[in-house]
């Protein structure tokens, strides 16, 4: 399926200007709709001195449908806005809104002068049922698409991520395949002959491919090396939830990558 419908959350930190970027190159790219959604929360803890202020809100709000207008020249555009409400209104209908694209443009969550609460991009990943981009919240990106490095598990959720990135890796000038494989797993006896590389080119996408075994489990810091190493401007990655990477505790691959990414990583659950 083409992407023709993206989202981009904004809001009032420094990073958003960069995921915005991103969004208008992806959407002028695939001829696609852009729709911003403004999300902020409108209560910083529990209590009510806590609460924001709703003038603050108002201006931030302003100052990014400004810039989305500014930056969305002659594209097809919405403009949504979540106003105010508690962490749970604000992160419950932010993943509702993700429901209604093709795919949804996250930035890295960062601790200091946060408008969201750390955990929405994982909320979102559970519950809406689309495909994240995550901007980090370091680096500046001018693409995303071209250099693509796929963490290849095997597992249910890799598969996902996978078919839900090949309309960027059917434009992408390179793909690698990263087949991430448990050391000592045993004889498991006559199987099928699988192979992801064949499945890409299937749909026209080829692609390198390497095994990667691992004794210990920092997968993610492997990941992250290699597209490093590679120059990757795009990771490939399977976001396991409850079940887990078949060898790893439950979502500790998928955390681990949020919070030390170095490059753009498109997530699919």
Not at 24 to 40: I, W
């Amino acid at each position: 399926m083409p992407l023709k419908h993206l989202l981009v959350h904004l809001d009032a930190t420094a990073r958003t200007e960069e995921r915005l970027s991103i969004a208008v190159t992806l959407a002028r790219r695939f001829g696609a709709r852009l729709t911003g959604l403004f999300a902020e929360s409108g209560a910083m803890g529990p209590g009510i001195a806590e609460r924001r202020d709703p003038e603050r809100l108002a201006a931030d709000r302003a100052a990014a449908r400004s810039a989305f207008d500014a930056r969305t020249a002659g594209l097809p555009t919405d403009w949504w806005a979540i106003e105010g409400g508690d962490y749970a209104h604000m992160v419950g209908w932010t993943v509702v809104c993700c429901r209604y694209a093709d795919v949804a443009i996250f930035g890295q969550h960062q601790e200091e002068g946060a408008r969201v609460p750390g955990d929405l991009i994982e909320q979102a990943l559970e519950d809406a049922g689309r495909p994240l981009l995550v901007v980090p919240s370091i680096g500046r990106y001018r693409d995303v698409g071209k250099r693509v490095l796929i963490a290849w598990t095997g597992s249910r959720e890799s598969a996902r991520a996978v078919n839900d990135a090949l309309p960027l890796l059917a434009g992408a000038d390179e793909v690698s395949v990263l087949s991430i494989q448990r050391s000592g797993s045993g004889d498991a006896g006559s199987v099928p002959p699988v192979d992801i590389v064949a499945h890409l080119a299937a749909h026209g996408v080829a692609a390198s491919y390497e095994r990667l075994i691992l004794d210990e489990m920092h997968v993610a810091d492997h990941v992250l090396n290699r597209a490093s190493d590679w120059n990757a401007d795009l990771i490939v990655l399977g976001a396991h939830g409850q079940r887990g990477f078949p060898y790893l505790p439950r979502s500790s691959m998928t955390h681990d990558i949020l919070r030390t990414m170095t490059t753009p990583v498109l997530l699919s659950r």
